[in-house]
């Protein structure tokens, strides 16, 4: 009995200081990101609704928007712009005492961060894993539902990205117990003939083999397509890593086509010619 006790009485002692701790950021103050995005802290399934998750007076929803230069609402992103986005975390049920979020955003292809965070609103710190992610966060318990940053979109031919985030309600009692949390996330697609992360014009797709590819590989296009065309190879990030000028002759890319030189991992092929555009992802092997 003695023993049972003096854990229980450590585990809270315990759970109070990762609270009172977390009050600052997860990221800042434990190294941590609890977005539930893939590569997040997992241990335990653990997001801020782990610990934040036993209010029944308190209830809170979470939703963000962003928005570009001219205050309008957008859906997708165009490279190199910066936006504003705005998480909002509602009460749904009580009044919380305060309220706070931790954000992430990922190129999807390949989960690669864009670590792009800018200008934080009064209530926000922009906060660096030791794994190499950059979050927007508060910095302590913050009176106002609303945390405003901005987001540089990344470079071109970077395809979806989504932003995963949290958002609490907390009656401001010094433990987790009572408090409310909800997470979610936001896909928006690259805005023009990469929107869609495998573009085409005119309906004409790119067909790579073999695909995942470890060596050689072809590009094929419709059989009635002949010119000339500009490929791109973008990394996960969103940068060109080759470029060159090749010939198509009835669908078939003439020039040789290797993976020497390309790290393991998705990547973004891209042909431009003058009248059409296509892409599609390889997979690079070992």
């Not at 999807?108 to 992610?133: E, F, H, K, M, Y």
């Not at 309906?203 to 695909?211: D, G, H, M, Q, T």
């Not at 290797?258 to 997979?283: C, F, Q, W």
């Amino acid at each position: 009995m003695k023993f049972r006790l003096l854990y229980t009485t450590f585990a809270l002692l315990l759970g109070g200081f990762l609270l009172l701790n977390s009050s600052g950021g997860r990221a800042a103050t434990q190294n941590e990101g609890n977005t539930g995005a893939p590569g997040d802290n997992n241990e335990n399934n653990r997001t801020c609704q782990s610990c934040h998750n036993t209010g029944i007076s308190i209830q809170v929803t979470v939703g963000l928007e962003l928005f570009d230069e001219a205050g309008s609402i957008v859906t997708n992103y165009v490279p190199g712009d910066i936006y504003t986005a705005q998480v909002t975390v509602t009460p749904v049920a009580g009044n919380p005492n305060g309220y706070g979020f931790q954000m992430l955003s990922l190129i999807d292809a390949g989960q690669i961060p864009t670590n792009s965070w800018l200008n934080p609103g009064a209530n926000v710190q922009i906060a660096s894993t030791t794994a190499g992610r950059e979050y927007a966060e508060h910095w302590q318990p913050s009176v106002s539902n609303e945390f405003e940053v901005q987001w540089e979109a990344p470079a071109s031919g970077s395809g979806a990205v989504t932003f995963y985030f949290c958002g609490n309600g907390v009656n401001g009692n010094g433990e987790s117990s009572g408090d409310n949390a909800a997470c979610t996330s936001l896909k928006i697609q690259e805005a023009g003939p990469l929107a869609n992360s495998e573009p085409a014009t005119n309906s004409r797709a790119l067909k790579i083999s073999p695909n995942p590819a470890s060596g050689q590989f072809r590009l094929e296009l419709d059989p009635t397509i002949s010119g000339d065309f500009q490929l791109q190879i973008f990394d996960p990030a969103g940068r060109s890593v080759q470029a060159r000028k090749v010939e198509v002759l009835n669908g078939q890319v003439q020039q040789p086509l290797h993976t020497g030189g390309l790290l393991p991992g998705y990547y973004l092929i891209h042909l431009r010619g003058e009248a059409m555009s296509a892409g599609s992802r390889l997979v690079v092997l070992e």
